[in-house]
């Protein structure tokens, strides 16, 4: 089992930031994916922005230009970088894992609301 640990949400206004980290309990260097995706309610879960082993990144276009993913391999930690949020961006945020030889974990959310 892998167990990821996600924190960073929070109230922001429109137009403020936040940042969000994702703590995983095993290596993420040679991970096949790893990344945060969304979900509103009353809505699927969506991909925000991801990472390949091969460094790929990812970006929805709805948070492109706005967001950054980016990771520390030493702490085995995952971020996501919020610029610019906007009130649809509401929704909780979940850390995802996928190594191909163990496969797809996933944290519990962390709630990122955006409201004046």
């Known amino acids: 089992q892998v167990q990821l640990v996600e924190s960073g949400g929070g109230l922001v206004q429109p137009g403020g930031s936040l940042r969000l980290s994702c703590a995983a309990s095993?290596?993420?260097?040679?991970?096949?994916?790893m990344g945060w995706y969304r979900q509103a309610p009353g809505k699927q879960r969506e991909l925000v922005a991801s990472?390949?082993?091969?460094?790929?990144?990812n970006y929805s276009d709805s948070v492109k230009d706005r967001f950054t993913i980016s990771r520390s391999n030493a702490k085995n930690t995952v971020y996501l970088q919020m610029n610019s949020l906007k009130p649809e961006d509401t929704a909780v945020y979940y850390c995802n894992y996928y190594d191909v030889r163990i496969g797809q974990y996933w944290g519990q959310g962390t709630q990122v609301t955006v409201s004046s």
């Open positions: 990472f390949t082993s091969g460094s790929t990144i």
């Open positions: 095993r290596s993420i260097f040679s991970i096949s994916r």
